[in-house]
């Protein structure tokens, strides 16, 4: 197994008969999730989500996979089949569509339906939709597509099987092996099996818990920690899990009738997350329980549960503004319970201790994974991985959806189990599978595509190494006025510091060698602006760094009057 390929280049034609495998997000990140399929010229995408940025990509709101290196060939995508409903799968969709309206969406009910709420806010409308259940096949130009259950921390997830006269692919989505899950649906491995004994070319595996060992917690654990907290409280009790946790909610709505509690969400996504599983089925709410939040609140305390948005420390997400106390309509009293029902996605760390701190420091009892088994992950674990491996026994294997460690442990489970072909990809590579053997054979542009506001795409890392400069370092700004006449600096420098505890003062040491740089420059026959302002530049940037240790932002104005 090769781990790293720095010479890589672009990808050769492909080799006829041959099918192409390119994952253009999901492999390196937690998210992005995005693998595309090629055969004879046509193309299949597999799941097309967003990663959510972390601390060091300020003003960012979300994160794409990078279309570019199939924008030229929109025309030729089949179908975008999408395994289940959570963000870093789904997510993205609604901007791939923006560039072309018509590509069928394949996938579960309560998967499509989440996606088609999606689609009506970026008022998309022409959407062919293709519904499937596991069991069924459906096929698409040279792909047919065969589905089997599998079972995750959302209902309905589907793995899915591709079939195409290159060989067969297995794509397990997000999966783990509950035998025991709340809504009986489990992982099929007895499909798994079929599919290993008609012979399963590529097996393309979640990654996110390979480097755990054993197997994953069943969710039914959960609930005896759930009733125990309900009872230890006797006031108010806010519950934060991701807007899509369909069975934490259920949970949580059984445990509050246990105990005589009635229950209101709070967060616009979980509103419309659980009206949808409730209308279609997915969610049980008994009688009576749930009730309006402004309703809840002219209950007695130890009446009241809040179902919120805002487990991972989003700035605006309901939890978050309830810390600050900032929210319209819940206030959070000294003993009030707060109980953080999902697991730290990588890089949320600081935001989501900064809310425990927050809430704690109301008086509020915060429950979380780290001091009460209140979550349990939805991926498989090395043990669940290892089975799948011995059951499947595939001819390559791919691991997906994870970070460097996770896709290279679980490349080494595949190994021990005695899979001879191990592709280590990361986002970008270009896998071939031809007359059974899988390798890497170049690689296409995929950087980061970032969405701030309005704006797709078209901030750089640039743009937000200087947003960091910004909140780290300040910024100093320089304005001087040349005499276009005499050839002198007729006015300034007028010198403006934010960020800083600087005063006026503070820059007196370094007026006068500006002016003698900038004359010298001008002497010397340099009067294009743009080169004077690089005098300034190097000259206030050196003595600011030997002066004070810091390296601000420094925005020289050079005005010729």
Known sequence: MTHFHPELSEPPALTPGGLRVTPLGGLGDIGRN?????????????????????DHQPGVDLILPDFSSIRDRLDKIEALVLTHGHEDHIGATPFLLREREDIPLVGSELTLALVNSKLR?????????????????????????????????????????????????LHTGDFKMDQLPLDGRITDLRHFARLGEEGVDLFLTDS???????????????????????????????????????????????????????VAYVGRSMVRNMQIARELGYLEVPDGVLVDATELAQLAPHKQVLISTGSQGEPMSALSRIAQRSHNFVHLEEGDTVVL???????????????INGLSKLGARVVHKGNAL??????????????????????????????????????ELAKATGVESVVYAEDGFVVDLVDGYAHVVGKVDCGYVFVDGQSVGDITEADL???????????????IVVDSVSGKVSAGPEIQARGHAWSDEDFEPIRQPILDAVNRALSEGSTDTYQLQQVIRRTIGRWVSNAHKRRPMIIPVVVEA
Not at 123 to 133: D, G, S
Not at 217 to 242: G, H, M, N, W, Y
Not at 398 to 405: D, L
Not at 465 to 479: A, P, Q, Y
Request: charged share 20%; glycine share 6%; aromatic share 8%.
């Open 34 to 54: 995005m693998t595309v399929f090629e055969y004879d010229g046509r193309l299949l995408i597999v799941d097309c989500g967003v990663l959510f940025p972390e």
């Open 121 to 169: 806010e970026h008022r998309l409308r022409q959407t062919p939709f293709y519904t499937v259940k596991e069991g069924e096949k459906i096929t698409f130009g040279p792909f047919e597509l065969e589905f089997v259950a599998v079972n995750h921390s959302i209902p309905d997830a589907l793995a899915v099987a591709i079939r195409t006269p290159a060989g067969l692919v």
């Open 208 to 262: 996110t818990n390979s480097d755990v060992p054993g197997f994953t917690t069943a969710e039914r654990k959960i609930t005896p920690v759930l009733d125990q907290t309900f009872r230890e409280s006797d006031q108010r009790i806010i519950v934060a899990c991701f807007a899509s946790h369909v069975h934490r909610v259920q949970q949580v709505l059984d445990t509050a009738v246990a105990h005589g509690r009635k």
């Open 341 to 355: 029902a999902s697991s730290l996605i990588p890089g949320n760390e600081n935001a989501v201790y900064r809310v």
């Open 374 to 411: 209140v979550h349990v992950s939805g991926h498989a674990s090395a043990g669940e991985l290892l089975y799948c491996y011995n059951i499947v026994k595939p001819r390559n294997v791919m691991p997906v959806h994870g970070e460097v460690r996770h896709l290279l442990a679980n490349a």
């Open 465 to 479: 190494k200087d947003r960091r400069i910004l909140g780290e370092e300040g910024f100093v700004s320089v304005i």
